[in-house]
């Protein structure tokens, strides 16, 4: 679809919504500007002060998503619904994703989501990495695969393909729905080919981290010391999702009981969960609290981890983001991510109302907002690097995450 369709479509649909929650600042679409970045905000000294205190060969993005329509060949899947325009709050979505990310180009939108994610990977200092996320299928508790309840899918041999064919500016994470029958054999071919650690979206996927059905896969995973990063809290990335108490962080003591070492994607800093450690008096709780309660289990020490992606979102935006700012004793657990390409989903980020809100010094929101509309990966990272609670900020240990990946 042509941007000028794109605008039809989705700003006289779910711009309005989208509007109404999050006031888009810097408009409803990205601009998608094709030139570099412009060197006065590269050499900015607010760019300059971003990279003080780390290592730029030990930067890896541990969540950036690898999307497209398989009209290359590279075996993505995608649900009919995210094409087509009768199904609004799918395709709504997917044209917004298609449209931060700058893929609708002539060559096709595999290939333009590469090119343009190469470019503005390429701006990041020498060593910076971006990790790739293959994404499996719904599967059913027999291990039957359900496109039918499957939004999208990213082949492990795509992402990796990707990986191999750029290997100065990416890695891959690999997606093994656990179900599977072959599922540990599939891990160990991951490993072997080169993959960093398992992906999954439970309440998408149709997984409970906490089944024995998970055992075999978790003891494999353990075995191999191979990291599990995994959604937690609500998910809204796409429509109808069905199992949402799936994304539950209490679920995840099952894989860490069993030595895996586990990353929770946002901190779970979404919706609210069962507090099951009660039982039957079980209330609902944040999910983030949830997960506050699993950091502070010293029996977690070395084995919970958590993604900080998306949590600069304005939905996201408050407690949790406070936390994670201020707990001097957390930043050594907290690993850097982009979540790419939501950062280049206008609506949902808004500097000035981060400066409103205290986490922002009123002269960074201008460069912040001209940098995006240049590199949202680039805005996604000095944003954080800028923000600031109570006198704190993000440790430069939290952007180092190439440790974490053991080779």
Not at 62 to 73: A, K, M, N, R
């Amino acid at each position: 679809m042509k941007r000028r369709n794109f605008i039809k479509v989705v700003g006289l649909g779910a711009a309005g919504t989208l509007s109404a929650l999050y006031w888009p600042d810097e408009g409803m679409l990205n601009p998608c500007f094709s030139e570099k970045t412009p060197g006065e905000l590269l050499d900015h000294p607010f760019m300059h002060e971003s990279w003080e205190g780390i290592n730029s060969a030990e930067y890896w993005d541990v969540h950036t998503h690898l999307i497209g329509t398989g009209d290359s060949g590279s075996g993505i899947y995608l649900h009919s619904s995210m094409q087509d325009i009768f199904s609004p709050a799918q395709y709504v979505r997917f044209r917004f994703y298609i449209n931060a990310s700058c893929s609708d180009n002539v060559e096709g939108i595999d290939q333009g989501y590469i090119q343009r994610l190469s470019r503005l990977q390429q701006e990041f200092p020498p060593g910076a990495k971006n990790m790739l996320l293959a994404f499996d299928y719904h599967y059913d508790a027999s291990g039957k695969q359900d496109r039918l309840r499957s939004p999208f899918s990213t082949p492990n041999a795509y992402a990796a393909r990707v990986s191999q064919s750029l290997p100065d500016r990416f890695e891959w994470i690999a997606s093994i729905h656990p179900y599977r029958e072959d599922s540990v054999e599939e891990l160990h071919a991951a490993v072997k080919a080169g993959a960093r650690a398992i992906k999954w979206l439970p309440p998408v996927m149709g997984i409970d981290p906490s089944s024995q059905r998970c055992d075999r896969f978790y003891q494999a995973m353990a075995e191999l010391d191979i990291p599990l990063l995994t959604h937690a809290g609500d998910e809204h990335a796409v429509d109808g999702v069905e199992a949402q108490h799936m994304g539950n962080p209490l679920l995840l003591r099952r894989p860490l009981e069993q030595g895996v070492r586990v990353i929770v994607a946002h901190c779970a800093s979404e919706g609210v969960g069962d507090d099951i450690d009660h039982g039957k008096a079980a209330t609902k709780q944040e999910n983030f609290l949830l997960f506050k309660r699993l950091m502070e289990d010293k029996n977690y020490e070395g084995r919970l981890f958590g993604d900080i992606s998306a949590m600069t979102q304005l939905n996201r935006v408050g407690l949790a983001l406070q936390t994670i700012i201020t707990r001097d004793d957390w930043q050594h657990r907290l690993l850097n991510g982009s979540d790419y390409p939501l950062p280049g989903v206008m609506p949902l980020f808004s500097t000035k109302k981060m400066y409103k809100l205290g986490y922002l010094a009123k002269e960074r929101v201008s460069y912040l907002e001209q940098l995006r509309q240049y590199n949202p990966l680039l805005f996604d990272f000095v944003l954080k690097r800028s923000l600031r609670w109570q006198g704190k900020r993000l440790s430069a240990s939290v952007f180092e995450t190439r440790k974490f990946f053991r080779n």
